[in-house]
């Protein structure tokens, strides 16, 4: 019997002083909702690149329902977030994807475009293969980028010290007190202060990654601009 998988965007409508506000400086808030943007797509293309999947955004603010239409032409189903902060809300969202019949489903946020399709595929392939209960992506800072579920399990999202460098390894603890299988994906990064942002820049520059709208957007900006203008590919 083929298993169901569900792929979720976590996504906020990118406005101006409201996201990625931690790289003001050296960007603008304006600078910084636009790259915020930029992430988004990037993330909507990589998701419509993987096969066997059902998509959807779980967006904010509940008002964003049109915006998130529009960027996604019909391709993502669209779920608005609900709960007080980030474990409630992901917690809700697993539940009620589970709860609607998929076997399997993953959850991923915008702020790594250079993570590789190759990531998701592992994510998807040690659930649906029953290797593990719970697969989680590890982030440089502590965090994790993807959580990815078999069955609703709201003990991974209590008790968890939101945006501090123990979210992973308190989830890790959680499910490992719950008897759940665990499996770590590669380490990557998410784009959140000004050091991410060069290393982003860096990564962009090589050509090593498909985030085409994030790449032609960054390295139009100071200090940025100088790193490759050769080619604009939106």
Not at 12 to 26: D, F, I, M, S, W
Request: glycine share 8%; hydrophobic share 45%.
């Amino acid at each position: 019997m083929k298993i169901q998988v569900a792929l979720a965007i976590m996504a906020k409508r990118p406005q101006a002083g409201e996201v990625k506000t931690r790289l003001c400086p050296p960007l603008t808030p304006e600078e910084a909702a636009e790259l915020a943007l930029r992430f988004l797509l990037d993330k909507l293309d990589q998701v419509c690149r993987l096969a066997g999947i059902d998509r959807f955004i779980a967006f904010s603010p509940p008002d964003a329902e049109a915006f998130f239409a529009n960027q996604t032409g019909g391709a993502f189903s669209l779920l608005p977030q609900r709960g007080n902060d980030l474990g409630e809300r992901l917690a809700d969202l697993a539940d009620r994807l589970l709860g609607d019949g998929f076997g399997v489903v993953t959850i991923i946020g915008t702020d790594s475009p250079t993570l590789p399709d190759a990531v998701l595929v592992e994510a998807h392939e040690v659930l649906t293969r029953d290797q593990a209960d719970v697969v989680l992506g590890p982030t440089d800072d502590g965090g994790y980028y993807l959580i990815g579920l078999r069955r609703p399990s709201r003990v991974l999202f209590r008790g968890i010290a939101w945006s501090t460098d123990t979210v992973l390894s308190q989830t890790v603890a959680n499910a490992g007190m719950a008897g759940l299988r665990t499996h770590l994906l590669p380490a990557w990064y998410d784009v959140d202060v000004e050091s991410d942002l060069h290393r982003l820049a860096r990564d962009l520059a090589d050509d090593r990654t498909p985030a085409l709208r994030t790449r032609s957007y960054l390295l139009t900006l100071a200090p940025f601009a100088g790193r490759d203008r050769t080619v604009d590919r939106t």
